[in-house]
């Protein structure tokens, strides 16, 4: 994972995402399928969905690669009177950074974040992490991009996102390259606007893009059952369409 694409784009972040409509919508699925009790979400970035599981009632913590985005995560969890644990740990070493704190009761992955995991071992080393922290019979949630669609139809561009505040404007450009080694890069482009005019910035990093049935058979192997897979998680979840969906989410339990 590009770190510095992470570190850099942690200030932006909360303007990037639309938290109060993205929780709005993802919230309601998240409380139906977690077990109610100790929450990881690991890949956390700006930890707002932890600090939504902790104003329900979990007792959550979060985790990320980028030491920016754990600053600001904690940053956000002091400004909404929360108090959980944030660390910066990435994939295949979680159960380290947590140990005094093991087992979780569901640890979510969401937000696109398997897929900067370029080698298959690489991925199967991060579900096995996954497992470590999870009691038996604990809840997994992953969300992905719908790489399946992606491929299948070119897609280089992803929707733009825009903030105001005040006669500032920020603008937010996604798009993929396609690389002939099967990987994609993913770039995005920020352009801001003062009173002086227009400045941007460009910012890459590499993604391997995982199609369901790999994502499916890799937990398998990690050693969860595979519950129910979705294309989104408005309306509590809609099914997985690998022609049409926006997301591949998986629901997996640990054996």
Same mark, same amino acid.
């Given at each position: 994972?590009?770190?510095?694409?992470?570190?850099?784009?942690?200030?932006?972040?909360?303007?990037?995402?639309?938290?109060?409509?993205?929780?709005?919508?993802?919230?309601?699925?998240?409380?139906?399928?977690?077990?109610?009790?100790?929450?990881?979400?690991?890949?956390?970035?700006?930890?707002?969905?932890?600090?939504?599981?902790?104003?329900?009632?979990?007792?959550?913590?979060?985790?990320?690669?980028?030491?920016?985005?754990?600053?600001?995560?904690?940053?956000?969890?002091?400004?909404?009177?929360?108090?959980?644990?944030?660390?910066?740990?990435?994939?295949?070493?979680?159960?380290?950074?947590?140990?005094?704190?093991?087992?979780?009761?569901?640890?979510?992955?969401?937000?696109?974040?398997?897929?900067?995991?370029?080698?298959?071992?690489?991925?199967?080393?991060?579900?096995?992490?996954?497992?470590?922290? /999870? +009691?038996?019979?604990?809840? !997994?949630?992953?969300?992905?991009?719908? #790489?399946?669609? @992606?491929?299948?139809?070119? =897609? $280089?561009?992803?929707?733009?996102?825009?903030?105001?505040?005040?006669?500032?404007?920020?603008?937010? /450009? +996604?798009?993929?390259?396609? !690389?002939?080694?099967?990987?994609?890069? #993913?770039?995005? @482009?920020?352009?801001?606007? =003062? $009173?002086?005019?227009?400045?941007?910035?460009?910012?890459?990093?590499?993604?391997?893009?995982?199609?369901?049935?790999?994502?499916?058979?890799?937990?398998?192997?990690?050693?969860?059952?595979?519950?129910?897979?979705?294309?989104?998680?408005?309306?509590?979840?809609?099914?997985?369409?690998?022609?049409?969906?926006?997301?591949?989410?998986?629901?997996?339990?640990?054996?």
């Amino acid at each position: 994972m590009n770190n510095r694409m992470y570190d850099d784009l942690s200030e932006d972040y909360d303007r990037f995402v639309n938290w109060e409509q993205r929780l709005k919508m993802e919230l309601p699925f998240l409380l139906r399928h977690l077990p109610h009790g100790r929450v990881l979400d690991a890949a956390c970035a700006t930890g707002w969905h932890a600090i939504a599981l902790a104003q329900q009632g979990f007792q959550t913590a979060g985790a990320d690669l980028s030491p920016q985005m754990i600053a600001v995560a904690r940053r956000n969890a002091q400004a909404a009177g929360v108090a959980l644990p944030f660390e910066v740990a990435g994939f295949g070493d979680l159960a380290r950074a947590f140990a005094a704190s093991l087992p979780f009761d569901g640890l979510i992955c969401l937000g696109n974040s398997l897929p900067h995991l370029l080698t298959p071992q690489d991925l199967a080393r991060a579900l096995e992490d996954f497992a470590a922290c /999870l +009691r038996p019979g604990g809840t !997994l949630i992953l969300q992905n991009r719908n #790489f399946d669609a @992606v491929l299948a139809r070119g =897609e $280089r561009w992803m929707e733009p996102q825009a903030f105001r505040k005040g006669r500032k404007t920020w603008l937010y /450009l +996604r798009f993929y390259d396609f !690389l002939p080694e099967g990987l994609i890069r #993913f770039n995005m @482009v920020r352009l801001t606007r =003062e $009173r002086t005019g227009w400045t941007q910035r460009v910012t890459s990093t590499v993604l391997r893009p995982l199609r369901m049935a790999e994502v499916v058979e890799a937990l398998r192997e990690a050693g969860f059952e595979v519950l129910e897979t979705y294309g989104s998680m408005e309306a509590g979840g809609a099914p997985f369409d690998a022609q049409t969906s926006g997301n591949s989410i998986v629901v997996a339990r640990k054996a």
